[in-house]
């Protein structure tokens, strides 16, 4: 199929890409809605296990604002598997199996989380650029909600790893 230069083309590459992106991130959240519980499980601090079952709940708000812009969009949305967050995820589990001093462990699930949620905000802020451009404005609305909720997260997370990154370096110098 052929088309000529022009606005319409360009919206219908646009609109495939944001599908697409839609799609790699319901696919994320869903494998971290899955990931998630085995990580709070993992951890030894009070507050990074409360933190990883905070996040859970968020997870499930933001799959559930993805099904809303699909059911918008009269798109459905499977059919993408995100390999990115399957690697995340995976680093994540391999450190858990190699069952580091627990102020150790604490620490990498930290460093996983947080490279998980900057996978996160990539995609939201692309998605809600995309969004943008096509005049979704009920989805840049969802889309900037839960980006900003990651970047919350992320901030969270960077407080937190200050005290247990200091435990752990504490630990190894014992």
Not at 10 to 30: F, T
Not at 37 to 43: D, G, L, N
Not at 112 to 117: F, R
Not at 128 to 147: G, M
Request: aromatic content about 4%.
């Amino acid at each position: 199929m052929r088309f000529t230069p022009g606005e319409k083309h360009e919206e219908n590459l646009l609109r495939k890409l944001y599908v697409d992106e839609l799609k790699d991130l319901y696919s994320a959240e869903h494998q971290l809605i899955k990931a998630l519980p085995a990580m709070a499980k993992a951890a030894t601090s009070r507050k990074l296990k409360a933190g990883f079952h905070s996040h859970l709940k968020q997870t499930r708000q933001d799959a559930a604002r993805l099904q809303k812009i699909f059911k918008g969009m009269k798109e459905g949305p499977n059919g993408k598997h995100c390999s990115g967050m399957e690697g995340l995820i995976e680093e994540g589990s391999e450190l858990i199996a190699e069952r580091p001093d627990p102020e150790e462990l604490d620490a990498g699930l930290i460093a996983a989380a947080q490279h998980i949620e900057h996978c996160e905000m990539a995609g939201y802020g692309c998605a809600r650029a995309y969004a943008r451009l096509l005049k979704e404005s009920q989805a840049v609305a969802l889309l900037t909600r839960t980006y900003n909720e990651e970047k919350e997260t992320d901030k969270k997370l960077t407080t937190l790893s200050k005290e247990i990154n200091v435990e752990a370096a504490d630990a190894e110098r014992e």
